[in-house]
């Protein structure tokens, strides 16, 4: 795993430099038992499983007998146990059943039975029992449910040969995944995710991650970890025969790391801050896959731990660095399922994040795509400010989001809605030139650009209620509208260079949403025919699922369907040249697409929102706009900003991108 790949970690500041860190060394005694007692599990130390007491609770002058829990794995056996002897069971009852109906021998069969003889005695003089297709696997099961049996007990059997470390799930012999022992392979399942998700959604320090990974210690790292991410990773992995020589199968691997993750987080596992990174990233591993309500549940589960007191034994920029990634997940799919996250979610410990790197220069971002990509040379990576500048937006737009879909009937007054448009106008007025500046001249990062998409979708999603107010004026909607569609042509902008510096295969899952409302957006606002198939042709681009065996993104293919019935709403013509763009996906039904983005539609309740708006909010936003726009004045006056290249210029027939806030009051 080379951090030239990605970066290195930015932490949080207020907190010593800890990437030098020591890993915690632990006193190991001459023989190791799988099952500790209760004392040595809390303390996360090694047990020799001797009884009455083992010998660390001896050395340490415990009075009590030690108590030994039943172990995971003790009763995974067993499970696996019952499941063949079930299944054996369930094949000779079958045969002798078969004898009975067709069988010459029925009657003495019978008979056998009537004296109590055992029916695999019984079983055995009528042959041998019908196999099933999957050997071990009962035939009355779905082909998924078979193979993804077979699965659970061909794990249970290589863990059966394997011993592993109860704390940090590190198999005997130095592995951390039973997947594969493919060191190459890790290390490129690593470096794809540190590439392209970690920039952007960071959940725990790459730095100390590694060294607990390279030291196979388990305070940083652990087995579940390590699967989540590779299976993660997965989702950039390219199959082409060119990069993919061993003819691996992304999507079965992606499978296989997650069914092993899951299997390591038990209800113990899931307090420790390790466990809640691995499902944070499980939850973006799931909606790449199309599995939106599944991925709820791992990023509930993970937020829900968060509320628990975390051990002493981590480092505070670490705790911080998993509490804010948290988080802002959880604020970003509540943004696009229009729902507001929990209040404890927010970290109590600063109120507004500043990441820093600890005093390590800013690392460089390499673009790593494949095994044999050269990481020499690259980008700044600008992750402190990224970071910090991210959570601050989100934080932004979860008080928006408590405006607008907190369910309590909460009225929406104008005067709220413009201080928001102001909060993220300063936001992005207070962003460091690094991060600023994105212009076609200048070289960036792509974390920065889903950065700038992701503001652009927030200003569509505050002010596209207010364009549905039947009783503001022609005049205001006008304006506002004029407002929007500037935004999200910019995002349409930034989104069109991210696809054409690193294609949209390698785009974070949560990126496709904001493609997918800015396209909307500007397709139901189009100028005119040739802007509209313009935007339609770009959207199903960028929306477009990979079904060449190339892996991409799964989530793509709902998203692209639902912006096709968007087309549909708006009169628009896909024209038949554009039928290649939507591949040959099913199409998906509400059930599925439930499953895939937990919404019907991604389309915004618009009708809530009105429904809470201040009945004055008429009366009122032309005076809230006013008073707006001389503040707005005053603090630019104040803060004279530096002249930026002229923006692209619209074709003919499209809105104007740039517009005077001056206009508002005029018309």
Not at 359 to 371: H, Q
Not at 567 to 589: M, Q, W
Not at 598 to 616: E, F, K, S, W
Request: hydrophobic share 35%; proline share 5%; with cysteine.
């Amino acid at each position: 795993m080379s951090s030239g790949r990605s970066s290195e970690d930015v932490y949080a500041s207020g907190s010593g430099g800890a990437s030098g860190e020591q890993q915690k060394k632990r006193k190991v005694p001459a023989s190791i038992t799988l099952n500790a007692c209760t004392s040595c599990k809390k303390a996360r130390a090694k047990c020799d499983g001797e009884k009455p007491r083992c010998g660390r609770c001896v050395h340490r002058g415990q009075a009590s007998r030690c108590e030994y829990e039943l172990h995971v794995k003790v009763v995974k056996r067993d499970m696996v146990r019952k499941i063949k002897d079930l299944q054996e069971k369930d094949n000779y009852v079958e045969l002798i059943l078969s004898s009975l109906k067709y069988n010459e021998e029925a009657s003495d069969v019978l008979n056998r039975l009537r004296k109590g003889e055992s029916y695999q005695s019984i079983a055995k003089t009528l042959g041998e029992p019908h196999k099933p297709p999957i050997p071990g696997i009962p035939l009355d099961l779905s082909p998924d449910s078979q193979l993804r049996l077979s699965r659970t007990i061909r794990d249970y059997q290589i863990d059966a040969a394997r011993e592993r470390d109860p704390d940090s799930g590190l198999i005997q012999g130095g592995h951390w995944t039973n997947v594969t022992h493919d060191a190459a392979l890790i290390e490129h399942l690593f470096a794809l995710y540190f590439t392209w998700a970690h920039p952007v959604h960071m959940l725990f320090s790459q730095t100390h991650f590694t060294a607990s990974y390279r030291q196979q210690s388990n305070l940083y790292c652990t087995s579940a970890l390590v699967n989540a991410i590779c299976a993660m990773g997965c989702n950039y992995f390219d199959a082409s025969e060119e990069h993919n020589p061993q003819g691996l199968d992304p999507v079965e691997m992606r499978e296989r790391f997650m069914d092993e993750a899951r299997s390591l987080l038990t209800p113990e596992q899931c307090r420790k801050l390790t466990a809640m990174q691995a499902l944070a990233i499980m939850f973006l591993t799931e909606l790449c896959s199309a599995k939106g309500s599944r991925a709820a549940s791992y990023l509930s589960t993970a937020a829900t731990e968060l509320k628990r007191s975390l051990d002493s034994e981590y480092s505070t920029e670490v705790t911080e660095i998993t509490r804010w990634g948290i988080y802002t997940l959880c604020v970003a799919w509540g943004e696009f399922t229009f729902q507001v996250p929990a209040e404890y979610l927010i970290p109590k410990s600063i109120n507004t994040p500043t990441f820093t790197l600890g005093g390590i220069d800013d690392p460089i971002w390499c673009l790593y795509r494949y095994s044999e990509d050269d990481i020499e040379g690259g980008l700044p990576s600008v992750l402190a400010q990224t970071a910090t500048s991210y959570t601050r937006l989100l934080r932004i737009v979860h008080d928006t989001s408590t405006v607008f879909y907190d369910g309590a009937g909460t009225r929406i007054y104008s005067r709220e809605v413009l201080q928001h448009y102001t909060r993220y106008l300063t936001w992005f007025d207070e962003l460091s030139p690094e991060i600023k500046d994105i212009y076609d001249d200048v070289p960036i990062v792509p974390h920065v650009l889903s950065l700038h998409i992701q503001y652009y979708t927030a200003l569509v999603l505050l002010f596209c209620p207010l364009l549905h107010v039947q009783a503001f004026s022609s005049a205001t909607v006008s304006h506002l509208t004029s407002i929007t569609y500037a935004d999200a042509w910019k995002g349409f902008t930034i989104l069109r260079r991210y696809r054409e510096l690193y294609t949209c295969r390698y785009q974070p899952p949560l990126q496709a949403f904001c493609a997918l409302h800015i396209c909307d957006f500007l397709l139901r606002f189009a100028a005119g025919p040739l802007e509209a198939t313009e935007i339609l042709k770009f959207g199903l681009e960028v929306l477009r699922e990979n079904e060449d065996g190339l892996g991409g993104l799964a989530i793509c293919g709902p998203l692209q369907q639902s912006f096709c019935q968007t087309a549909v709403e708006c009169n628009i013509h896909i024209p038949d040249n554009f039928k290649n763009l939507t591949g040959s996906s099913p199409k998906y039904r509400a059930s599925e697409m439930l499953d895939a983005t937990a919404r019907l539609r991604h389309t915004q309740p618009v009708g809530q929102v009105i429904a809470n708006l201040d009945p004055a909010i008429v009366q009122d936003f032309a005076e809230e706009w006013k008073r707006f726009v001389e503040l707005r004045s005053e603090g630019l006056e104040k803060e004279p900003q530096e002249e930026k290249p002229q923006e692209e210029k619209p074709s003919a027939g499209r809105r104007r991108s740039g517009f005077s806030i001056s206009d508002l009051l005029n018309g």
